[in-house]
């Protein structure tokens, strides 16, 4: 099973933006669905956006219009631009294909001022 290694996250001021990426154990040019996932303090774990191999992308409402999935299956990378943050959007996000049971560390993200 493929498995993802999180990065990106950091400290932002409510309105700033990161870019979160992954990159995967083994190529990911035939994984039909890759996605971003995050986990708030006290939360279940959700997903917030996913891509497909021919670039087709899905984003949960709270996120739609500010976040942006990417993939580069040459790279074997999966990204996720998130702008005007908010501090709902602190969590831990991770990356992975769906159903999957296996987990990485996440990359911890916190809007704060």
């Known amino acids: 099973q493929v498995q993802f290694v999180e990065s990106g996250g950091g400290l932002v001021q409510p309105g700033g933006s990161l870019k979160l990426s992954c990159v995967a154990s083994g190529s990911i040019r035939s994984i039909w669905l890759v996605g971003w996932y995050r986990q708030a303090p006290g939360k279940q774990r959700e997903l917030v956006a996913s891509i497909n191999r021919f670039g087709q992308t899905n984003y949960a409402d709270s996120v739609k219009g500010r976040f942006t999935i990417s993939r580069d299956n040459l790279k074997n990378m999966v990204y996720l631009q998130m702008d005007s943050l908010n501090v709902e959007d602190t969590a831990v996000y991770y990356c992975?294909?769906?159903?999957?049971?296996?987990w990485g560390q996440g990359t911890q993200v916190t809007v704060s001022s």
């Open positions: 992975n294909i769906p159903g999957a049971t296996a």
